[in-house]
């Protein structure tokens, strides 16, 4: 018997006793401080205790994929810039990548590099982003201001380059839009000295601080098996102990001929996602340190800009680990310059899901570090 | 009581009459109230400012130099917005909430003296009736919470009620400790005795553990960070007053304030002398330099320092979870204040503390 | 594959869990007294007094605009591609009805910024580089109509036909001053209303031809 969200909202008394309590119904509605987003999220509350959950989704349904079936393979790319906006420029790799391989179009050392260095520039800045705000999601207010002073660096780094400092649009077919600034060396580097000193500041502010030792231990445990059940990627998975991490499984870029470890969890409670995340942006440094005083020479496009992309016939799936897990574009080509289906796989609209099995038992304070650990973007739910 | 009050001298030198007293009482409550509004606006203002020096930017520039007069500008503003009622909401109780929290942090404002000549009412269980009274803006909160007609507003004030009695406890424990010390309930007598020396330093140990109990108590008691989970504003949306706007809600947030000032006031008048300035026992020529300073400006230089350290956490500290924060006043400062009492009993009884005999007699 | 085993937070009995809060609040405290007794850490610009000051870098995304040469003259042949490429149909391109030279030529240069999403695709796909974006970002305006701009200030032929001909006189016979363009667009892809269905029903089909 299926049950509509209308069915399941009806109040029912749950227990005879002499002080009979009765659960409640509360919308922490898609107009909230720290839903990340447009997220509806239905609460079954006992008091303060969360006894269930029910994500709403679509209120910034967009209907990408159809969009992209309109416009050609090389306009698609920027539509995927506004899906999980803080990784702008892994997504548009990932939708580049698959049309390369589509259309064999063929690609040198100087791009992978650069687009490695750029992916991991990303990756700081998203966990960056990420830790401002579930500090100021717990209550410390002054974590956030920090982490955008840090995250300009990054974000003023690739203005320069780039030209955008937020949808970049940057990994087209063939190559990189515009090749490095002359600056870009020279900026990145002094960049990842500013930046080192600076994660003991962040672990003396917030990582050692017993409050959010006390909110994060044991609150949210999710165990491997779940885990891998629901489909969760990226931190969420590794922090619940699975050593899942494509950029090691199958390398892509110039991923394998860098040095560098996953961070893996052990509880896969909200502190293990918090430091898998920490650690995280520790080893990004070490490997753009490794690339970016070797970038080889070469042309930055490797076919003309104009040229039109017809793939032949058939089905391509590329998929690449993001800064909040595997990020995955299907097309679908008949032939023509316009895909004739594309596929988005977003880790946020799998690494919800497990909210639904988490956050049951804790309280609504829990709910909120947990829905801040689990790092989601609503936009890349919703496409 | 050896100075007389301003009022005291005004009244002898004009003749005892009903009809003065009853003049200078009115004064007196004016100049209370506004005092109260014009501490509001620099509280508000300095917090802008210093929260915003804390997080590496400037704060409010534009209104006025370096934005002073940023504070009249939302006053104004708040005035001119529409007050809006929920339409379930409780009328009577909706409209009276505001107005109980601020009269609450009022009563308690006038007990408490800002030098030997500015007391208003000095009355001889001083420092309970400040407890007392305290203890009204509870009633506020949950007026407001509960008349709203909004779970979320609900459950705000329902964590407020728990938090703010539990915390009255640490608080009156730390209160307790400097009572047992100097002797007395009347907050002139506890200023007195601390003309030989402050008792955050003057009792060792068991000073320095009551004041930081009282700190925590006291940051707890008047709802801020990190015990802001009536009003957390990432969880609940603004808590207990979401409903409110305009006027009413100007009303709650001075109350925030006003109430924050207070409990500074105390805490610099029990612990860190009021407006006695630093004396070292007995040594006359360094007694008499501090002496020059006027005694308002101690008074005042204290409370902004302590208002100073609740903003410092305010802006550097996360929240606690409801559980954990009952955890901590109930299992961790209940039994060191507890402690704390006793060895205090046993301080005052054998004098265990600097200065202990000296010629005042505390 | 190398693995890191995150740590867990700190783990002890009643009185050590004291102590360990307490040095880490104060610690915390520290870090934040630091930046309020440094006032060069302050990050903020105060944005509309700083205007003379301010850089932004080169390949900033802010507005299109054609690329002129010194006599104010542009290279577009009015080929379409950048009207075909943009992805949500910002741009139109209006061609001149009786052109001065004989071949293809320019009339009016449509560029609706309320719709663009800067993806530069217009500039990359252009086969003479007439497009380019600079970082001019201060286009609010009051009235939707002025966000639809004309990018060309004349309606004639290419700078490199124009260049060929020496009498300045003779130049301006060919060539017509457009401003601001006042007249009906449509948004996002859908066909232009107002513009007569002929001259668009010609203009797709020399397209196709093409």
Redesign the interface.
Known sequence: MVKTLEDRINPSSTNDSVLSTQE?F?NMGPQ???THGVLRLVLKLDG?TVREVIPVLGYIHRGMEKKAETIGYRQQIHLTDRLDYLCSVMNNWVSAEVVEKAAKIESNERIQTIRTIVAELQRIQSHLLWWGVF????????P???GF?DREKITKIFEDTIGARLTMNYIQPGGLMYDIHPDFVKDVKSFLTYIKPLFAEYDG??TG?I??Q??LRNVGIMDAKTAIALGTTGPVLRASGVAHDLRKIKPYGVYSKVDFAIPIGTVGDCWDRYAVRMLEMRESVKIVEQLIDNVPEGKHLTMKAGAKIRPPAGVYYEEMETARGIFGVMINSDGTEKPSRVYYRTPNFHNIWSITKISPGG????L?AIMSSLDIVVPDMDR | MSTPSISQDIMTNLGNSPGISLALFLGGLIGAVAFMAIAGLILIYAERK??A??????GP?RVGWHGILQSVADTIKLLMKEDIVPYAADKFMHALAPIVALAAALMTLIAIPMSAKITLADSNIGVLYISAISGIGVLGILLGGWSSNN??SM?GAMRAGAQIISYELSATLSILAIVMLSGSLKISTIIQSQEAGWWIWRAPVVGLVAFLSFLISSTAEVNR??F??AE??????AGFHTEYSGMRFAFFFLAEYLNLFIVSALGATLFLGGWMPFHLGEWTMFNQIMDLIPQSIWFLGKTSFMIFVSM??R??????????LMKLEWK?LLPIGFVNLLLCAFMTLFGFYFFSTTTRGF | MKTIIAERPFEGNFFSK?IFGFKS?IK??G???G??VH?S????Q?YPENRKTLKISDRARNQLVFNLDENNYHKCTACHICEQQCPNGSIHVLERKKPASAKVELDTFIWRLDSCTFCNVCVMVCPFQVLKMTQDFESSVFDQKLLIYNLTPYAGPTSTVLNKIVEPEERKKMIEPRGQYSGPTALAGFHIAGISKQVFQETEQRKDQK
Request: proline share 5%.
């Open positions: 409640y509360v909230h401080p720290s303060e500090g100021m999601d717990l209550g410390a207010f002054t956030f201001l920090y002073r502010l917030v601080n409050i959010i006390e909110r309280r609504i304070g829990d909120v | 210093i929260c020096h804390f997080q590496c930017r400037l520039m779970k979320w459950l960070t990190p802001d989970l957390g504003e990432s969880e609940l949306a410092w956490f802006w550097t500290f996360p929240r606690l979870r409801v559980d954990q961790v | 004291v609040l915390g405290m870090i934040t007294f930046y309020l006032p850490t302050v990050v903020t105060q």
